[in-house]
Each structure stands twice: as structure tokens, then as C-alpha cells.
């Protein structure tokens, strides 16, 4: 049992610095272009994942697979980026958050057609609050907006939705840090076309922003997608790694809170419970009823 529960830690750590670079990252794009700002992001980390690729002498992949670790890398670092940076440049923030939340559901949803997992209703229950949770946290001080952004910022949540489907696969055959490692390699020679620009920038930063760039790339990407990963290879299913995602909004406002003195409204409390009520009953639910709910 405790072998089976081990994902849990590993989907918090990288949950924790995932929010943390949601603040930063508004801190970075201070003085940083987005297409830039998500190069260096990634260049810091493969640089990261490089020196501990050499010191664990960690093997290359085989020739058949290296097809899924370069979509891996397209998926999740470079049509993923690009397409939320478009996304949000014609919607508000709390429209984005609200879309790009869907991402577990689209998870969810096409495990249940890949990889046939069975989620019980009692989980589909839990995603529904956490929707709600994540849509009163949103929207509730807030507005909806309806554009063309809102195309961009559903196809970036289908493709974060694709890539953790394709952890779940790679992380069968790879360890977490193979995985995650080559993904990103493969993600940032993608990104490498806006290296001019990055290098402008980098050059004349301020100190401040290159600590910002350093958390981000070691601690938010680095660090954090291997232990995504690490999750995915110890989790039964598919969403019961991906549901931790709901938990972001919640857990950025308090770190703005705490980081960038950015006070959080009543919504924050509010939608944070109903999302971290949703998280307890998906993942605990069952076991306090004393059975296994039947799936769908």
C-alpha cells in the first residue's frame, strides 16, 4: 500500500514549484519577453539535467523511441508555451486559469480511451468540485471573457493533457529522470529558435532576474518535471497524478501572497477549500466509505 501511495509526494513537490514559477515568471516577464523568458527557462534546466545526466551516467534512449521523447518535448514545452502565450494575450488571467484548468479532465478522459483506465463516480464527483473550486477562485471577483484566445488556451491544455499521457507511457520503460531529462533536451532545441532574441536579453539583465531565471529553470522545471514524472511511473492511474494540478491556483495565490505582497481575496479562501476538498475526496473518498466505488 505505502508503495502504491508514494506518487502523492512527488505530485506535491512539483505542484509546489510549478506555482512558485507562475509567480515568478509574472516577476521575470517584468523585464523578459515570453518566447524568451521560456528558452532560458529551459536551456537552464537541460544544463541542470545535463551535468546530473553525466555524474548518474544516465543512458541514452532506444532509436525506436526517441519519435515519443521529441513529441514529449513538442507537447510539453514548446506547442504548450507557445500556445498559452498567444492564449493569453486576448483573455483575461482568470479566463486562462478557468481553461487551462480542464487539463486534468482532458487527462482523465482520454486515459479512459488509451489506456482504458476506470475512474469511480465518486472521483468524477471530486473533479466536478475542483472545477467549481477552480472557477470561484477565477472568476469570482473577475470576468469571462469569450475570444479567439480561448481556441489557443484549450488546444495548450490538450496538448499538457497529451504530454502527461505520454509520461505515463515513457515512464513504463524509462526511469523518471530518463523521461523527463530527454523530454526537455528535446523540448528546448525546439525552443532554441528564439535564442537571439534570449541572448539580447540575458546579456543586460538585471542580478535579481537572473535568479529568477536560475529557480525557475533548476527548481520549477528541472526538479520539478522529474518528479512529475516519478509520479506518473508510481500512480495506478493516469489521473490520479494529474488531479494535483487542480491545486495551482490555489497554492500561486498564497505564494504571491507571500513572495510579491500580491494580498489574496476572499475568493482565494474560498475556492481554495472547494478545491482542496475536491483533491482530499479524489484521492481519500473512497477509503472512507469503506469500499471502492464502482468506476465508469
Not at 115 to 137: C, D, H, N, P, T
Not at 165 to 191: D, N, P, V
Request: hydrophobic share 55%; glycine share 8%; proline share 3%.
Amino acid at each position: 500500500m505505502k508503495a502504491k501511495n508514494d506518487f502523492h509526494i512527488y505530485a506535491i513537490i512539483t505542484i509546489i514549484f510549478w506555482s512558485l514559477a507562475y509567480v515568478l515568471t509574472r516577476l521575470a516577464l517584468q523585464y523578459f519577453t515570453a518566447l524568451s523568458l521560456g528558452f532560458l527557462r529551459y536551456f537552464v534546466a537541460s544544463c541542470t539535467l545535463i551535468i546530473v545526466a553525466l555524474i548518474g551516467k544516465i543512458k541514452m534512449p532506444h532509436k525506436k523511441d526517441l519519435p515519443w521523447f521529441m513529441l514529449s518535448g513538442a507537447l510539453g514545452f514548446f506547442i504548450y508555451m507557445i500556445l498559452f502565450n498567444y492564449g493569453q494575450k486576448t483573455v483575461t488571467a482568470a479566463t486562462g486559469s478557468i481553461v487551462i484548468s480542464i487539463g486534468p479532465v482532458l487527462t482523465a478522459l482520454i486515459a479512459r480511451v488509451i489506456y482504458k483506465e476506470r475512474m469511480s463516480y465518486l472521483q468524477w464527483l471530486a473533479i466536478i468540485i475542483e472545477f467549481v473550486g477552480v472557477a470561484v477562485l477565477t472568476l469570482m471577483n473577475g470576468f469571462f471573457s469569450i475570444n479567439i484566445g480561448l481556441l489557443w488556451l484549450f488546444l495548450a491544455a490538450l496538448s499538457l493533457s497529451l504530454y502527461n499521457l505520454l509520461q505515463r507511457k515513457l515512464t513504463r520503460i524509462y526511469s523518471a529522470l530518463q523521461t523527463s531529462a530527454f523530454s526537455i533536451f528535446f523540448g528546448t532545441t525546439l525552443l532554441s529558435i528564439f535564442l537571439p532574441v534570449s541572448l539580447t536579453e540575458v546579456m543586460t539583465a538585471p542580478l535579481i532576474q537572473w535568479l529568477y531565471l536560475a529557480i525557475l529553470g533548476i527548481f520549477s522545471s528541472a526538479i520539478a518535471y522529474v518528479s512529475w514524472s516519478k509520479a506518473f511511473a508510481k500512480a495506478e492511474q493516469t489521473s490520479q497524478v494529474s488531479n494535483y494540478m487542480f491545486i495551482t491556483p490555489f497554492l500561486t495565490s498564497v505564494l504571491g501572497f507571500i513572495i510579491a505582497d500580491e494580498v489574496p481575496e476572499p475568493s482565494t479562501v474560498v475556492g481554495g477549500g472547494i478545491i482542496l476538498l475536491g483533491v482530499f475526496l479524489f484521492n481519500y473518498g473512497g477509503k472512507l466509505y469503506g469500499y471502492r466505488v464502482k468506476g465508469t
